[in-house]
């Protein structure tokens, strides 16, 4: 199966409101043809909103969207069908009472292809074996994936995901996320996926939009977004992080574990986000060890200095109970600092 060829996405200044309420503010969003974006932020932050508005499931109140150089939504309005836009819904929304094949089909306007088209869509998915069979009697995988192929089976341009690894678990979630990336990929399809979660959003983005309170706070990488957050709620958002309170100066933090190197332009109160994999433990020291979380491929050890509480990811064979007296080095080259405030 062939894809259409990739177009780019273009939000201006977009905003929406539910009875007078705010939903989204001012978003303004690029994305590159062939490019996948990863719509990342807490419940109610706006971003199941704005893929709507994308694929044309409802009108924005204000702003503009075009997909490639054509405007469909704005002061010019595009319906649903005519965007070439598939969308995967969280829920999947198969029809019940159609085999996989017929729901595959089912969004392909009749032609003299459409037989082929189901047949290459349901092939490129693995799917092909399975096509007379009815949802009720697929897996959580199997009807992921004849989701993930009745929106690409029309070849759209633009392909939408709505939390489309929610309702799998944690193993098949695991290993379908890995495969939808690589089909993206495969295809050069632009995609824009709405998720609360960072791995999937790390794995499956090329770049990261982090939402909160109906705006986009920061888009870049998942490098970026994790080593270089915009501000502090961005940071403890994407990732495990401890917070503790430092007096700056110099490009130098004294902090509670003692002298860190900071960007240097602060001066004064800080507070230091520290990730787990900064910070290592050496045996004997003032602080103790309050708690172990073993995950079988790290450790997760939690330890009261006194005056900070932090986490630090230790590695499998770590042997630290609670009570333990222990030192924390920081190990990284730089600290993230924010002004208090």
Same mark, same amino acid.
């Given at each position: 199966m062939t894809a259409a060829a990739a177009r780019g996405v273009r939000i201006s200044g977009l905003g929406h409101s539910y009875d007078k309420e705010p939903i989204l503010k001012d978003v303004s969003l690029e994305v590159e043809p062939g490019e996948s974006i990863a719509l990342l932020g807490p419940s109610g932050c706006g971003k199941t909103t704005l893929l709507r508005l994308l694929a044309g499931l409802e009108k924005p109140s204000s702003g503009s969207i075009h997909v490639g150089e054509t405007p469909v939504a704005g002061p010019e309005w595009v319906p649903p069908e005519r965007r070439q836009v598939g969308m995967v819904f969280q829920d999947w929304a198969l029809f019940p009472h159609l085999n996989v094949a017929d729901n595959v089909g089912y969004g392909i306007a009749k032609s003299s292809s459409k037989k082929q088209q189901i047949a290459a869509a349901l092939e490129m998915m693995e799917l092909s074996d399975l096509s007379g069979r009815m949802p009720a009697t697929l897996s959580g995988g199997q009807q992921q994936r004849v989701a993930l192929a009745r929106a690409l089976a029309p070849r759209p341009v633009v392909l939408l995901l709505d939390e489309p690894f929610s309702n799998l678990?944690?193993?098949?979630?695991?290993?379908?996320?890995?495969?939808?990336? +690589?089909?993206?990929?495969?295809?050069?399809?632009?995609?824009?996926?709405?998720?609360?979660?960072?791995?999937?959003?790390?794995?499956?983005?090329?770049?990261?939009?982090?939402?909160? /309170?109906?705006?986009?706070? +920061?888009?870049?990488?998942?490098? /970026?977004?994790?080593?270089?957050?915009?501000?502090?709620?961005?940071?403890?958002?994407?990732?495990?992080?401890?917070?503790?309170?430092?007096?700056?100066?110099?490009?130098?933090?004294?902090?509670?574990?003692?002298?860190?190197?900071? /960007?240097?332009?602060? +001066?004064?109160?800080?507070?230091?986000?520290?990730?787990?994999?900064?910070?290592?433990?050496?045996?004997?020291? /003032?602080?103790?060890?309050?708690? &172990?979380?073993?995950?079988?491929?790290?450790?997760?050890? @939690? &330890?009261?200095?006194?005056?900070?509480?932090?986490?630090?990811?230790?590695?499998?064979?770590?042997?630290?109970?609670?009570?333990?007296?222990?030192?924390?080095?920081?190990?990284?080259?730089?600290?993230?600092? @924010?002004a208090k405030g």
């Open positions: 678990d944690t193993n098949l979630r695991t290993e379908v996320r890995t495969e939808v990336r +690589q089909l993206l990929s495969t295809l050069e399809i632009t995609s824009i996926f709405v998720t609360h979660d960072q791995d999937e959003a790390f794995i499956v983005g090329d770049r990261v939009a982090v939402m909160r /309170d109906g705006q986009i706070v +920061q888009t870049a990488t998942p490098f /970026d977004i994790y080593h270089n957050p915009v501000d502090r709620w961005t940071a403890e958002f994407v990732g495990t992080v401890s917070a503790i309170a430092a007096t700056a100066g110099s490009g130098v933090a004294q902090s509670s574990i003692g002298s860190l190197a900071i /960007d240097s332009h602060f +001066q004064g109160p800080v507070d230091l986000i520290l990730r787990p994999e900064q910070l290592t433990l050496q045996a004997g020291g /003032d602080a103790e060890v309050v708690l &172990v979380e073993y995950y079988g491929h790290d450790t997760l050890v @939690f &330890v009261d200095t006194g005056n900070d509480q932090l986490r630090v990811r230790c590695g499998p064979n770590t042997n630290y109970s609670p009570g333990d007296r222990v030192t924390v080095h920081f190990i990284d080259t730089r600290a993230l600092a @924010f």
